[in-house]
RNA sequence: GGAGAAAUGGCAGAGUGGUCGAAUGCACUAGUCUUGAAAACUAGCGAGGGUCACACCUCCGGGGGUUCGAAUCCCUCUUUCUCCGCCA
């Protein structure tokens, strides 16, 4: 959520910015600040209401205590006109604070300046790629006919249990996906994050603070008998840690990792490119979250960029990074840069991670703040990143890996298997 | 799931209708003292809105109500604790 006192002050550099994001803001900000002023003109009136209502309340207490009931009953008098008028105007201020945050909760995050303007994928902007794309076999398969091959991942058995979305992992399967996420705890521990397990479930307030509510409703699966939503990424959960912290300066960074399946409705996107473990309803990952200063942000996002590249590095998969443009930016983020694995069988890029910088966006809606030098609140920045995706890793080790008698695990995730071969 | 008790500042803990945003202690910050540290002493020390700065306003788990006036009384929700039941 953005800062109405920021909109005040740079809204024409925010219009600008929005831009990227193919949206109009100038209406949307004119509109913020029309109800902001609004809102303290009518807190400034509620407020001389309320302090002259209190000193005549106070001064009834002190005649009664002086037994000139008389006199006290007379000023009671007054005191209800005051008490109508108050009411009066701690409805309009509630209405127009309600308007204002309904607004506000639909105004995205404010791109950061290197975001590239465009309108989808196809304008993100390619900044980095590595690793070989291996060749393949002649009668090289797909991630998901290698998994009825070798009965490693059952997806109709899934079907079955649950749905579509919902796959079975078995035997060697199951057992490379526990390797990877001990693999990937292991690295993110290894660079300092410190290792959490957090609810797969959260409550609606927490679906505000990092903003899935209200703009993705429809992504989370909702346990209305409970009036609970499972995580769609650890991002929640983690990031909600901070819900109403004030942090002290010496406190950051805050670096934690964990691993969590996610949950997500995907609802209509089906189709050719949602085959096998492409997409989900539930998979695995693994996420870093850090809390930042402001000043050391985008240092920190630089960082954890590096991070997954060593990972990507050490698992010798061939991948791209992007910096997300405009238009494919997630509502919250300021910047993001998208990790994609090839995946040669497929002859596609498959988003394995997403390293983003949410800068205050969701700190506001948080309330995370850390005391500054001169002892004054501040907002503080909150970032994330997956380190990482599992299946779209799995379908990428699958593919890339395979051979003709069968397919090689990577050489470090070998210690993690106690095999190195799936045939 | 049933019965009872409770929820106050970073922590502990007073406060049961009026100048209470809230005693006191601990912690913390600054200063005095000290060669230095500790101790002692002095001062400061919740959050938000508002203002050039004051003033002023709001917040004692959340929401609603009674009252001229609520941390204090009533209703409700949530959470915690104790006992019973159930259970991986």
Redesign the pocket.
């Known amino acids: 959520m953005l800062q ?2 920021v909109i005040r002050e740079q809204k024409d550099e925010m219009i600008a910015a929005f831009k990227k994001r193919n949206i109009d803001g100038s209406a949307l900000l004119e509109e913020v600040l029309q109800l ?1 002023e609004k809102r ?1 003109a009518t ?2 009136r ?3 209401v ?2 002259e ?6 001064e ?3 005649l ?2 002086s037994g000139k009931a008389q006199e ?1 009953s007379g ?2 008098e007054k ?2 006109t005051l ?1 109508e008028e108050s009411k009066q105007l701690n409805d309009e201020l509630t209405a127009t604070a309600d308007a204002l945050q309904t607004l506000l909760y639909q105004i995205p995050n404010v791109p950061h300046n290197s975001v590239p303007a465009g309108s989808s994928e196809t304008d993100n902007e390619e900044i980095f790629s590595e690793g070989e794309i291996p060749e393949l076999i002649n009668d090289a398969l797909p991630h998901w006919e290698l998994a009825k091959k070798y009965d490693i991942i059952d997806f109709e058995l899934g079907v079955k249990i649950a749905g579509a979305g919902f796959p079975v992992y078995k035997g060697k399967g199951a057992r490379l996906q526990r390797a990877l996420i001990a693999y990937f705890l292991d690295k993110n521990t290894a660079a300092g994050y410190t290792e959490i397990q957090v609810p797969h479930l959260v409550n609606e307030i927490s679906g505000y603070g990092t903003g899935q509510l209200p703009d993705k409703e429809g992504q989370m699966y909702h346990i209305t008998a409970d009036d609970l939503y499972l995580i769609p990424t650890a991002e929640v959960p983690v990031t909600n840690i901070f819900r109403d912290v ?1 942090l002290n300066e010496n406190e950051f960074p805050v670096t934690y990792t964990g691993y969590t399946p996610c949950f997500r409705r995907e609802a209509g996107s089906y189709g050719a490119h949602v085959r096998g473990l492409n997409r989900l309803h539930q998979f695995d990952k693994v996420e870093i979250v850090r809390v930042e200063h402001p000043s050391k942000s985008y240092q920190a996002l630089d960082g954890m960029v590096d991070h997954v590249k060593e990972i990507l590095r050490e698992l010798k998969l061939p991948y791209r990074i992007l910096r997300l443009c405009g238009g494919d930016l997630g509502f919250t983020a300021a910047l993001t840069y998208d990790f994609e694995v090839f995946s040669t069988a497929q002859d596609r890029w498959l988003e394995i991670s997403s390293v983003s910088n949410f800068e205050t966006y969701q700190a506001n809606r948080l ?1 995370l ?1 850390y ?1 500054d030098e001169n ?3 501040q907002l503080a920045h909150t970032l994330n990143g997956s380190s990482l995706a599992l299946p779209r890793v799995l379908a990428g080790i699958l593919e890339n890996y395979q051979t003709a008698d069968g397919i090689q695990i990577p050489e470090v995730l070998i210690p993690y298997c106690d095999f190195d071969k799936i045939d």
Request: aromatic share 2%.
């Open positions: 109405v006192q902001d303290r807190q400034t509620l407020d001389s309320l302090a209502s209190n000193s005549l309340s106070k009834i207490g002190i009664y205590k006290a000023l009671k005191t209800a008490k004030i309330k703040r005391k002892g004054k609140s």
